[in-house]
């Protein structure tokens, strides 16, 4: 285990033949176990946060289950030091409370998960078929803890849960009403795997700046919201060692969930004209139980987030969270049907189907199937969301993009 930091010159000096300066960025190739390039040094509070997540994925990288070198390149900028003198360490002592030491664990009997009643579970989107014992888990855990489930509209547990499970899927509409937001807030989080599709959950809880565990995934880096999130090892291990700690939390986040789907339903039955929100709460009924759903980036996803009803159908929820993308949508639709031998829906909008339409090459000879619900909304829509749309003559023709393509035709 070893961690090297190397000090740099900043961006504006690279490539122009400055003196002193090279090209550090993966200077040991692939070698370490894990790199990356921490930001110029700034007395900003998010930076900091920054910081410390980079600093404590190297650490852990440098001291995990494959132990190795880790690099990371720090950039600086002149003056190297304020005129005032050295900068104040108090952000620090605030960055750093209520974090433990990294430090080896070599089996997950390790963990001793220590977490307050007002916990929160994050049950983000899921790109894989989960087991059915980690789904079980998940349930237990919310059950024994009196902790709710966040779960986003393309996670499992959202088609899982029991009437009595504190499964919330509203949670995008709740954290937008402040009053609310004040009694709900949490004091820790449990990720399980992605965070939520939800930008304004997400937003919510940078500011909070949340301890707690990640569980259920090797990969570094899964923490974007850049909260104190230790490593909890693997989902079932966890579970089991986490304390039933008979919360209510999960009867308030219920019951302001239960209002919420009133609200939705009352406002979805009077007279409208069709939307998107429509197609999925219809897809909610028509679709078969245990059917596999792939859900496309952009607006897709988020439709199914903020619309699809929690039930006990099963479903098999898809999606590719990546880089939040629409490439290669088709064909990853197709992968998922071969690859689990059953008859699979991909939702997904216009331009994410005509960016992979060569994807439908050889898809008359798929016996599995593939039965694509393409909400045809002429173009970008998720970019309507974007202060853009409002200010600009040209919104249309350089975000929204709107195709003329008759796509039944292309489709035939």
């Known amino acids: 285990p070893l961690v090297v930091l190397t000090a740099d010159r900043p961006p504006e000096l690279r490539n122009c033949h400055a003196g002193q300066t090279i090209d550090q960025l993966k200077l040991f190739g692939t070698y370490p176990v894990f790199q990356?390039?921490?930001?110029?040094?700034?007395?900003?509070?998010?930076?900091?946060?920054?910081?410390?997540?980079?600093?404590?994925?190297?650490v852990q990288s440098a001291l995990g289950a494959m132990p190795g070198p880790v690099?990371?390149?720090?950039?600086f900028r002149e003056p190297f030091l304020p005129k005032t003198g050295l900068v104040s360490v108090e952000p620090v002592h605030e960055l750093l409370k209520d974090m433990q030491p990294v430090?080896?664990?070599?089996?997950?009997?390790?963990?001793?998960?220590?977490?307050?009643?007002?916990?929160?579970?994050?049950?983000?989107?899921?790109?894989?078929k989960d087991s059915e014992e980690h789904v079980r888990a998940m349930l237990r855990?919310?059950?024994?803890?009196?902790?709710?489930?966040?779960?986003?509209?393309?996670?499992?547990?959202?088609?899982?849960?029991?009437?009595?499970?504190a499964v919330v899927v509203h949670y995008d509409?709740?954290?937008r009403k402040e009053s609310l937001w004040e009694d709900?807030?949490?004091?820790a989080i449990i990720q399980w795997g992605e965070p939520p599709t939800s930008k304004v959950l997400r937003e919510k809880l940078v500011e909070l700046d949340l301890p707690g565990y990640l569980i259920g995934s090797s990969k570094?880096?899964?923490?974007?919201?850049?909260?104190?999130?230790?490593?909890?090892?693997?989902?079932?291990d966890f579970v089991k060692k986490v304390d039933a700690v008979n919360s209510k939390f999960s009867m308030i986040w219920s019951g302001e969930d239960q209002l919420m789907e009133r609200a939705l339903q009352n406002l979805l039955s009077q007279e409208h004209a069709l939307f998107e929100g429509d197609i999925h709460r219809r897809l909610a009924e028509v679709l078969p139980d245990k059917a596999a759903v792939v859900y496309g980036s952009s607006l897709a996803i988020r439709g199914a987030d903020w619309f699809m009803p929690r039930s006990r159908k099963g479903l098999l929820p898809f999606s590719q969270r990546g880089a939040n993308g629409i490439d290669g949508t088709v064909s990853i639709a197709r992968g998922v049907a071969s690859g689990l031998g059953q008859p699979t829906y991909l939702v997904c909008g216009d331009l994410t189907f005509l960016h992979?339409?060569?994807?439908?090459?050889?898809?008359?000879?798929q016996e599995s199937g593939l039965f694509i619900v393409l909400i045809n909304n002429n173009g970008g829509g998720i970019f309507e969301f974007l202060p853009v749309a409002h200010q600009s003559d040209e919104f249309e023709r350089m975000w929204a993009t709107p195709q003329a393509v008759d796509v039944a035709q292309l489709v035939a």
């Open 36 to 58: 990356a390039e921490l930001p110029l040094a700034e007395k900003d509070f998010q930076l900091l946060r920054q910081v410390r997540e980079l600093c404590r994925t190297a």
């Open 173 to 175: 509409r709740i954290v």
């Open 71 to 75: 690099h990371l390149n720090c950039p």
């Open 184 to 187: 709900l807030k949490p004091d």
């Open 141 to 165: 855990l919310s059950r024994k803890t009196g902790f709710p489930i966040l779960a986003d509209g393309s996670n499992p547990l959202r088609y899982r849960a029991r009437k009595d499970d």
């Open 220 to 236: 570094q880096g899964m923490n974007p919201l850049h909260s104190r999130l230790q490593y909890g090892g693997s989902l079932i």
């Open 356 to 365: 992979d339409s060569n994807g439908l090459l050889g898809a008359s000879a």
């Open 103 to 128: 430090s080896r664990i070599r089996s997950v009997s390790e963990v001793s998960p220590d977490l307050p009643n007002r916990t929160l579970i994050l049950a983000g989107p899921r790109p894989w």
